[in-house]
């Protein structure tokens, strides 16, 4: 969290189909809040699609640095610059709260009492975009232990000519700053009534030396908060559990890859990806975006659910120290969940992205 200024500079950017018709709605409610705010709104992602592609990122990239955070809506490509708020400026934990809240809808009988947090490694394992022919990863002489054999002896040659390799990279410095990250927030949600507990799930009992290693080393970041509790699970089980029994998870440790997956199931028992905010936090700065995409199947027809874009916001006035409008402007969204007032399709209502936007404006 950021300490107190008189003013704060967010850089917004739209982004991609219909993600700037929700990001235009939060706007409607943000500058309905009297907040100590400058915004400064960046194009579309239509007008970034006409401009050279070195020319929209070193655009987006100098509006970022002279701000003090982000509303990013969500890109397809076209928008650039989430290289950089991501790799560039080192946001490596994204934080991404699952919460049932009255008047969403929910595939589970029992929806009330889901709430908790997943904190998603942002920066290395699958994501870190390492991939190419398998000639060449045959020709480095690999070896495949802990199941034994080289690389090459398993495979045929035509392989060689027909087959891709991904590189999953998982480290000690990006991991330990994850599990830190997520050990401060079970202390912070502990304070408040929560468990005090973490959990993670990976693929140790497969991948020993990738996925077992994030366990070992979550393990020992773990050891220095001997206040909180920490379990593990297989990704595989833990993704049952999601399901089959959510309501006692806090905060939920995850790489990146199953971070992103598992999160997407969790966004499905409270109602869909379209009420699911993310934050995303490095060591001096963060930003923030919905977690789901671009929903280009109903780009321009303004019914994409603002929710995910609002609690986003929420959260991003919180990190500048501006806690009390963050809590209104939840409370806000609520009010007109609970009331079934005006809701998007996707969450049961015949509404539009700006009539949502406007009950919660209403409420304020």
Same mark, same amino acid.
């Given at each position: 969290?950021?300490?107190?200024?008189?003013?704060?500079?967010?850089?917004?950017?739209?982004?991609?189909?219909?993600?700037?018709?929700?990001?235009?709605?939060?706007?409607?409610?943000?500058?309905?809040?009297?907040?100590?705010?400058?915004?400064?709104?960046?194009? !579309?992602?239509?007008?970034?699609?006409?401009?050279?592609? +070195?020319?929209?990122?070193?655009?987006?990239?100098?509006?970022?640095?002279?701000? !003090?955070?982000?509303?990013?809506?969500?890109? *397809?490509?076209?928008?650039?610059?989430?290289?950089?708020?991501?790799?560039?400026?080192?946001?490596?934990?994204?934080?991404?709260?699952?919460?049932?809240?009255?008047?969403?809808? *929910?595939?589970?009988?029992?929806?009330?009492?889901?709430?908790?947090?997943?904190?998603?490694?942002?920066?290395?394992? &699958?994501?870190?975009?390492?991939?190419?022919?398998? +000639?060449?990863?045959?020709? *480095?002489?690999?070896?495949?232990?802990?199941?034994?054999?080289?690389?090459?002896?398993?495979?045929?040659?035509? +392989?060689?000519?027909?087959?891709?390799?991904?590189?999953?990279?998982?480290? %000690?410095?990006?991991?330990?700053?994850?599990?830190?990250?997520?050990?401060?927030?079970?202390?912070?949600?502990?304070?408040?009534?929560?468990?005090?507990?973490?959990?993670?799930?990976?693929?140790?009992?497969?991948?020993?030396?990738?996925?077992?290693?994030?366990?070992?080393?979550?393990?020992?970041?773990?050891?220095?908060?001997?206040?909180?509790? &920490?379990?593990?699970?297989?990704?595989?089980?833990?993704?049952?559990?999601?399901?089959?029994?959510?309501?006692?998870?806090?905060?939920?440790?995850?790489?990146?890859?199953?971070?992103?997956?598992?999160?997407?199931?969790?966004?499905?028992?409270?109602?869909?990806?379209?009420?699911?905010?993310?934050?995303?936090?490095?060591?001096?700065?963060?930003?923030?975006?919905?977690?789901?995409?671009?929903?280009?199947?109903?780009?321009?027809?303004?019914?994409?659910?603002?929710?995910?874009?609002?609690?986003?916001?929420?959260?991003? &006035?919180?990190? &500048?120290?501006?806690?009390?409008?963050?809590?209104?402007?939840?409370?806000?969204?609520?009010?007109?969940?609970?009331?079934?007032?005006?809701?998007?399709?996707?969450?049961?209502?015949?509404?539009?992205?700006?009539?949502?936007?406007?009950?919660? %404006?209403?409420?304020?």
């Amino acid at each position: 969290m950021q300490s107190r200024m008189s003013t704060y500079t967010v850089t917004v950017v739209p982004g991609d189909d219909s993600a700037p018709e929700a990001v235009r709605a939060t706007l409607g409610v943000l500058n309905a809040m009297d907040l100590p705010i400058v915004f400064d709104v960046l194009p !579309d992602g239509e007008t970034f699609a006409k401009m050279d592609r +070195a020319e929209s990122e070193a655009f987006v990239r100098a509006a970022v640095d002279k701000s !003090d955070t982000v509303l990013y809506g969500s890109t *397809s490509g076209r928008t650039g610059g989430m290289a950089y708020l991501r790799w560039g400026r080192g946001t490596y934990a994204n934080v991404r709260p699952i919460k049932w809240r009255p008047g969403l809808p *929910s595939p589970l009988r029992q929806p009330e009492g889901i709430d908790y947090v997943i904190v998603r490694e942002n920066i290395e394992d &699958l994501y870190c975009g390492i991939e190419g022919n398998l +000639a060449a990863l045959l020709a *480095s002489g690999l070896d495949t232990r802990p199941w034994g054999g080289r690389i090459e002896a398993r495979y045929p040659p035509s +392989a060689a000519s027909d087959g891709r390799f991904a590189v999953k990279i998982i480290t %000690r410095e990006n991991t330990a700053r994850a599990a830190h990250a997520a050990c401060r927030l079970a202390r912070q949600r502990k304070a408040t009534g929560s468990p005090g507990r973490v959990t993670t799930a990976v693929k140790w009992n497969v991948l020993p030396r990738s996925d077992g290693y994030f366990r070992d080393v979550v393990r020992s970041v773990a050891a220095e908060y001997p206040d909180l509790e &920490l379990e593990d699970y297989l990704a595989d089980d833990f993704a049952r559990r999601l399901v089959a029994d959510p309501y006692d998870l806090d905060v939920v440790l995850l790489p990146n890859l199953y971070g992103d997956i598992l999160s997407d199931e969790g966004a499905a028992t409270i109602g869909g990806l379209g009420v699911v905010p993310s934050g995303c936090y490095g060591e001096d700065f963060a930003y923030f975006e919905p977690v789901h995409g671009t929903a280009p199947d109903i780009a321009g027809r303004g019914i994409i659910n603002p929710t995910a874009t609002i609690l986003s916001a929420a959260m991003l &006035l919180e990190h &500048l120290g501006l806690v009390d409008q963050a809590t209104r402007l939840e409370a806000a969204v609520d009010a007109a969940l609970a009331a079934h007032d005006r809701l998007t399709p996707d969450v049961g209502g015949p509404a539009g992205t700006g009539d949502f936007a406007a009950a919660v %404006r209403e409420r304020l």
